[in-house]
């Protein structure tokens, strides 16, 4: 038997990319100022406690290798939101201006670090970066740029200039569907008494978080 993948209606397409935007351009924003918090503390810190200044240090790159995978989330939710005709009105210049390829690079190099330590991982001639000022491989940081691909300083401060414009704009909501009693068919709730409801047009709704449908309109 062929397994069949059902394809998500383009209408809740649309609404699932415009929440997961809304939410990586928000983890970019909070990652990038837990950094600026730890880079701040370092750099005040004339003669720090060895201790405290090494936690600190593993602190930091830790929050930089997250921004690395929210930071392509980012790009990657832009691009697919725009594809369906979502945000005409909003100017994505700044986001545009870094280029993805070499972001998802960093994330993938990044997620797969010890290979490259060990001397494997793919694409190895792409594991350094050599420029007038610096050589970094993808698991450094040197001054703003992690992995010497992404200024996390520029990168964060565009997603905050975008995200309140992107908050302003409308909530493509899924069409609701009718409930039981009015023509809607009962699909099912994880085991549990059966929540979520399929209307004449085929959506779903899920009315709260454990039902096995989470598309979720207001």
């Given at each position: 038997?062929?397994?069949?993948?059902?394809?998500?209606?383009?209408?809740?397409?649309?609404?699932?990319?415009?929440i997961g935007l809304m939410q990586?351009?928000?983890?970019?924003?909070?990652?990038?100022?837990?950094?600026?918090?730890?880079?701040?503390?370092?750099?005040?810190?004339?003669?720090?406690?060895?201790?405290?200044?090494?936690?600190?240090?593993?602190?930091?790159?830790?929050?930089?290798?997250?921004?690395?995978?929210?930071?392509?989330?980012?790009?990657?939710?832009?691009?697919?939101?725009?594809?369906?005709?979502?945000?005409?009105?909003?100017?994505?210049?700044?986001?545009?201006?870094?280029?993805?390829?070499?972001?998802?690079?960093?994330?993938?190099?990044?997620?797969?670090?010890?290979?490259?330590?060990?001397?494997?991982?793919?694409?190895?001639?792409?594991?350094?970066?050599?420029?007038?000022?610096?050589?970094?491989?993808?698991?450094?940081?040197?001054?703003?740029?992690?992995?010497?691909?992404?200024?996390?300083?520029?990168?964060?401060?565009?997603?905050?200039?975008?995200?309140?414009?992107?908050?302003?704009?409308?909530?493509?909501?899924?069409?609701?569907?009718?409930?039981?009693?009015?023509?809607?068919?009962?699909?099912?709730?994880?085991?549990?008494?059966?929540?979520?409801?399929?209307?004449?047009?085929?959506?779903?709704?899920?009315?709260?978080?454990?039902?096995?449908?989470?598309?979720?309109?207001?």
């Amino acid at each position: 038997m062929v397994n069949q993948v059902n394809t998500v209606p383009t209408e809740e397409q649309r609404f699932m990319a415009y929440i997961g935007l809304m939410q990586w351009t928000e983890a970019v924003v909070t990652v990038g100022e837990r950094i600026r918090q730890i880079d701040e503390q370092m750099t005040l810190r004339t003669q720090p406690n060895r201790s405290d200044w090494q936690t600190a240090l593993r602190n930091f790159h830790t929050e930089c290798h997250f921004f690395a995978i929210a930071a392509y989330k980012l790009l990657e939710y832009a691009t697919w939101s725009r594809r369906l005709g979502l945000f005409r009105q909003v100017d994505f210049s700044a986001i545009d201006s870094f280029p993805a390829d070499r972001i998802r690079d960093l994330r993938n190099m990044r997620e797969h670090v010890v290979e490259y330590f060990k001397g494997a991982g793919n694409k190895r001639d792409r594991w350094f970066v050599t420029t007038p000022e610096f050589k970094a491989d993808a698991s450094s940081v040197v001054g703003t740029m992690i992995g010497g691909r992404l200024d996390w300083v520029a990168f964060s401060q565009a997603a905050e200039r975008l995200l309140p414009v992107l908050l302003a704009q409308p909530v493509p909501y899924p069409s609701l569907p009718l409930p039981p009693e009015h023509g809607g068919e009962v699909v099912g709730h994880d085991g549990a008494a059966p929540r979520t409801w399929r209307g004449p047009a085929g959506i779903k709704r899920a009315p709260d978080k454990h039902a096995s449908v989470c598309h979720v309109g207001r």
